[in-house]
């Protein structure tokens, strides 16, 4: 598989991991039908992708980068839909997992 092919697929998965995430908190407990059964069906469609990408990148690299950029995208959500706006410490947190994901991905020997 091409290296373009295996990060479009790691995009893909934090997507659906996001896209999970945010209906999780939208079923409130799993006790909204429509939302509950997204949250579901997205999460696996992530777990396919990761399973794709595990394929060319080790598991890993590959869990650390969609850890972090889940993590990241899912922040941002909260905040764009969810008005939940992290502190000033949790901002720096942010802040030092997308540097490790970059040092993972840049540095790191796969």
Known sequence: ??????????????????????FAKE??????????LLSALTIVLCMYCLSQVMKTI???Y???????????????????RFNQW???????GLIFIIIGVVLVNLLGKN
Request: glycine letters at 8%; proline letters at 3%.
């Open 1 to 22: 598989m091409s290296i373009f092919i295996t990060y479009s697929f790691l995009l893909a998965a934090v997507a659906f991991g996001t896209a999970s995430n945010i």
């Open 27 to 36: 079923a409130e407990g799993f006790t909204k039908l429509f939302p509950s």
């Open 58 to 60: 080790s598991a890993g």
């Open 62 to 80: 590959t869990y650390a980068t969609f850890a972090g950029l889940c993590i990241i995208a899912t922040t941002i959500l909260g905040i764009l």
């Open 86 to 92: 992290p502190n000033f410490y949790a901002f720096i």
